[in-house]
């Protein structure tokens, strides 16, 4: 005979195991939308629990807390009235509170709770040069030993040196940009920046199999907290298709070449010419998954291939950048390196090129060479402008390609990624192959 005793006892036999059971974080943490006085912190778990992050400026004093409302297993918690410029520890999940009567842990030990504790630096305040490092990747996502190699090539690179943000320029995560493929290709691959330094993207053709840019739904929209609403800076965009934020003296304008309006009266053009005349600082650099030009594994003089798209951003959006005084342009798609010379004024086909017309200084940007690109500090619109292909973090082309586009200073089928260095008025480019080898770098200055 089953007494009510008998089945009360059973019964938290039953539960006991989920009361033990343990909830592992099976994704991040991950920085997103950094503002000098803000952060947004993301992670996953594989059930679901409260979203709480312990924080403080000392690794063993993590004596402030921030948390999201309900239990969730996609763990979305904003950190605000932060310091400018200012690190700070942090670690997630419930456990991770330490209790209010803890004592204070040796150097070097971890505070309480069952996560690794954590650090990043905010953004400085807008306006002021900082020395800011941005590593930027195109088409990294191929999971394989050849995107393993440009990571640790860069990380060998940087050593102790902080990677201030990053870039992601689409066609993050091979072949369909799947959840199970940003897990693999991104999450698993850059776990150590990813929880260090926020990381931008723009959508790419393959992030777009899985993603729809008109009703930000999908993965990628899933994915990525993107500052739709001008909190990191520059106009409102409505969107996390294409925006904008600040970065010191920086302002970074990502678009959505692929699934986005591209007419020259349609929604993201509007903003565009909105928000690159309000910005007022030194620099400014655009980066879209399309290139403006390419004679890699695309090739930009041909409208049938990707659409048209890549047409539409040299002749409708390339003309409005540079009007705006836009300073450098970062791009994917085309799995090469490609470099183009300071330019201005080309929005044709490659047979339309003509050198004494369209480019502003015949020089390399080499100070080690025939001299580096200068400009006026004040912005000036069409002074000339560096578009760069890089979009071969993953893997370069297996076979051939032209490479023979005449806009272009150096190109180069090769894996890797690219390093940009901002320091007051000074810009320094450097392309950083699977190798380790310096292939290729160039220097703008603001005069």
């Known amino acids: 005979m089953i007494t009510p005793r008998r089945l009360l006892i059973a019964s938290f036999l ?35 629990e409260g979203s709480v992050v312990s924080y403080g400026l000392e690794r063993n004093q993590l004596t402030s807390s921030a948390k999201a409302e309900g239990v969730t297993a996609e763990h979305i918690v904003p950190l605000t009235g932060l310091k400018p410029n200012t690190k700070y520890y942090y670690t997630i999940g419930p ?85 199970a493929d940003y897990q693999k290709a991104i999450f698993e691959m850059y776990p150590k920046t990813l929880a260090t330094s926020p990381v931008w993207s723009t959508l790419g053709n393959h992030d777009g199999k899985s993603a729809n840019s008109l009703t930000q739904s999908g993965v990628y929209y899933d994915i990525f907290t993107l500052p739709s609403q001008a909190q990191a800076g520059g106009v409102m965009s409505g969107t996390e298709a294409y925006y904008s934020f600040d970065y010191a003296n920086i302002h970074f304008v990502c678009l959505d070449s692929h699934d986005s309006d591209r007419t020259d009266t349609g929604p993201m053009m509007q903003w565009l010419k909105a928000d690159l005349a309000a910005t007022q600082r030194d620099w400014i650099i655009a980066f879209f998954h399309h290139p403006t030009y390419t004679k890699g594994t695309h090739d930009s003089d041909k409208d049938s291939d990707s659409q048209g798209r890549m047409n539409d951003m040299r002749a409708i959006f390339l003309p409005v950048l540079e009007q705006g005084g836009v300073d450098l342009i970062l791009t994917g ?6 470099r183009s ?41 069409h002074f000339g402008d560096i578009n760069v292909v890089t979009g071969s973090a993953g893997h370069a082309s297996a076979k051939p390609v032209p490479l023979n586009h ?42």
Do not use: C
């Open 95 to 179: 456990a991770a509170v330490p209790p209010a009567n803890a004592e204070k842990k040796s150097a070097g030990e971890d505070a309480a709770g069952k996560n690794p504790v954590n650090s990043f630096t905010t953004p400085p305040p807008v306006g002021p040069a900082k020395p800011t490092r941005i590593w930027v990747l195109g088409d990294p996502g191929t999971k394989n030993a050849v995107q393993t190699a440009v990571r640790d090539v860069y990380y060998k690179f940087t050593g102790n040196r902080a990677t201030d943000l990053w870039l992601l320029l689409g066609d993050n995560a091979y072949p369909d940009g799947t959840d």
């Open 406 to 447: 005449p806009a272009f200073y150096l190109s180069l089928n090769e894996a890797g990624s690219s390093v940009v260095d901002v320091d007051g008025l000074k810009l320094d480019f450097i392309f950083l192959n699977d190798k380790g080898e310096k292939r290729d770098w160039f220097t703008i200055v603001k005069e």
């Open 333 to 338: 798609h085309s799995h090469v390196y490609e």
């Open 341 to 381: 010379w300071l330019m201005d004024g080309h929005y044709g086909k490659s047979q339309t090129f003509d050198a004494k017309q369209h480019v502003k200084q015949s020089v390399s940007g080499r100070a080690d060479g025939d001299g580096v690109y200068r400009k006026p500090r004040a912005r000036t619109p």
């Open 14 to 48: 039953l539960v006991l195991p989920l009361l033990d059971a343990a909830t592992t974080i099976v994704r991040g943490p991950y920085l997103q939308s950094a503002t000098p006085t803000s952060m947004v912190v993301r992670w996953r778990t594989d059930n679901t």
